[in-house]
């Protein structure tokens, strides 16, 4: 089941630039929130802030509060890796492991974790790839065939059981469809809407139709703030703020 | 409407880009036989010259004295593996080790030292690291041994090693990297278990030059292996090797030894070629489909 995400006052540096400014946000378990806003305005940083993968970019770092469930994530003696086990993320390119085969690809994360029973290995790796709606074309080579030879949509859906397979509470989603067709998008987002049932799912996406598909909740980022949040439908239909209807009518960005 | 193939001067374009493009080609394909005619220029002329003197005797024999004609290489043939053996034990871990370091913590002042003493030291005469190993074991020792020229032919290895580890780690995209971590998977075990693994075919085609590199390496063996005319199979004694046998038979007036010398730079050779094939069959089998 998927856990609740509260955010309080996060602050995101690149170097000694400030790039995310004191957001606040709730957000729901077991439903699809959606980040949106123009380029250049946070919202890749603050799906990475989620999970401490900001800090691995050299001189990034973020102060505040963002509690996943029971866990801290920025408390005093929180270890990033074992946040990072727990939030999965899927990146904006598809990013399979190349020398990998499909098989190999899902397992890496319960393999590189310790996990050494064979059969629990094969049924979390069938499982996780029925999951991501992958099974039935990859079923027939799981161990021949390299993740790197699968299609960029089916290579996304791999990244997307990868990240399934180690039973993770939330799962971040940067920008996921963005590199994809509009029947590979079509799948992912189909794929999402199934997800939530047993995972809260935040994605980042600039595709403001996508976010009205998919997504129960939106936030509109500008310039590493938060500018509105709330129900998708509302954001779209009546939106409290200006600058929100301003982007949302396509006058900029 | 005009056709445009019937404009004025399109079709003496084409035959000016069928010109260059043949031309180009042409050049190409010269180049090429230029750089491998060398290779294949000395292999032959090894064979000519050495294949009339392998026989079972040289690859099972110990070197006659001299004066008495037949004898053979086998315990240089053996004792350059060994030398290898340890040389590999040393170069290769401390190579990979330290290209390990140079890709995935090294962006840095004490990084940028390294990767210059590595330079410098893969521009050091061979003979001036046969000294060192010479002062660093054979006199702490007071004796030649198998094991000193494995020491020296193991430091020249390392920076070729090390480099290339470096340079096929830095080719890996971050992406893949990103992947890793986003699993929670540590930083050390994504660096051995992700990045490396992902560059292992170039990190092995670096291992190969390496070796192949040091395999025939005379000079570091002069006063660290040192050479023996009869069997030997310690790491702490001095030990024939097939470079310094054939350094040795050629520069001696015997005739005998002359051929001897043809038909050990033959052998050496080809074992070299065949080991680092056999490396290539080894690591390519059991690939996936689709691995670019």
Request: aromatic share 8%; charged share 15%; hydrophobic share 45%.
């Amino acid at each position: 089941m998927g856990v609740g995400i509260e955010v309080r006052g996060l602050n995101a540096w690149y170097g000694k630039n400030l790039s995310l400014k004191s957001i606040d946000m709730t957000v729901q378990a077991n439903h699809v929130t959606a980040v949106i806003g123009p380029s250049g305005c946070g919202k890749s940083t603050f799906v990475r802030c989620l999970n401490r993968m900001h800090e691995t970019i050299p001189e990034a770092h973020a102060e505040g509060l963002v509690k996943v469930g029971e866990m801290d994530v920025y408390g005093s003696g929180s270890d990033p890796v074992e946040v990072r086990r727990r939030i999965g993320m899927v990146f904006q390119k598809p990013n399979p492991f190349p020398t990998m085969s499909v098989y190999g690809n899902v397992a890496a994360g319960l393999k590189l974790n310790g996990l050494r029973n064979r059969k629990q290995m094969d049924e979390l790796v069938e499982r996780s790839l029925k999951l991501a709606a992958l099974w039935d074309e990859v079923k027939d080579d799981l161990h021949k065939k390299s993740g790197a030879s699968l299609s960029g949509g089916q290579q996304q859906r791999l990244c997307i059981a990868r990240s399934l397979a180690v039973e993770p509470e939330v799962l971040l989603m940067d920008e996921p469809a963005s590199a994809l067709d509009p029947i590979s998008t079509s799948k992912i987002e189909e794929l999402i809407f199934q997800l939530k049932q047993h995972y809260t799912v935040v994605i980042v996406t600039h595709n403001m139709q996508q976010a009205a598909r998919v997504a129960e909740f939106t936030g509109f980022f500008l310039m590493g703030s938060l500018i509105e949040y709330d129900k998708t439908e509302k954001i779209f239909t009546a939106p409290a703020d200006k600058r929100t209807e301003d982007y949302i009518t396509g006058r900029f960005g | 409407m005009p056709d445009p193939s019937a404009q004025t001067g399109s079709t003496s374009v084409s035959l000016w880009r069928r010109v260059t493009n043949q031309g180009a080609t042409i050049f190409a394909v010269v180049t090429a036989i230029v750089v491998i005619l060398p290779l294949l220029a000395i292999f032959a002329y090894l064979v000519f010259k050495g294949i009339g003197s392998v026989n079972i005797a040289f690859l099972t024999q110990t070197p006659k004295p001299p004066g008495e004609t037949g004898g053979g290489m086998a315990n240089a043939i053996v004792g350059t593996g060994l030398i290898l053996l340890v040389a590999s034990a040393i170069g290769l871990p401390l190579g990979i080790g330290a290209g390990i370091y140079l890709a995935e913590y090294g962006r840095n002042r004490f990084g940028d030292v390294i990767r210059f003493t590595a330079d410098v030291l893969n521009g050091v005469p061979s003979i001036v690291i046969g000294i060192a190993a010479y002062s660093l074991v054979v006199v702490p020792q007071k004796h030649f041994s198998a094991f000193s020229g494995g020491v020296a032919l193991g430091i020249m290895m390392i920076p070729t090693v090390a480099r290339a580890t470096e340079e096929m780690l830095l080719m890996v995209p971050n992406v893949v990297r990103e992947a890793a971590y986003g699993l929670g998977i540590p930083k050390w075990r994504t660096t051995l278990s992700i990045s490396l693994r992902t560059a292992s075919a170039g990190v092995i085609t670096g291992c190969m030059l390496a070796f192949a590199r040091v395999a025939g390496e005379t000079a570091p063996l002069l006063f660290t292996a040192f050479g023996n005319q009869f069997w030997n199979l310690k790491l702490n004694q001095p030990t024939a090797a097939l470079s310094l046998q054939v350094f040795t038979y050629a520069i001696s007036p015997y005739d005998d030894w002359h051929k001897q010398a043809w038909a050990g730079a033959l052998i050496l050779i080809v074992l070299i070629v065949g080991a680092v094939a056999a490396v290539r069959i080894s690591t390519s089998r059991g690939k996936l489909k689709g691995v670019g």
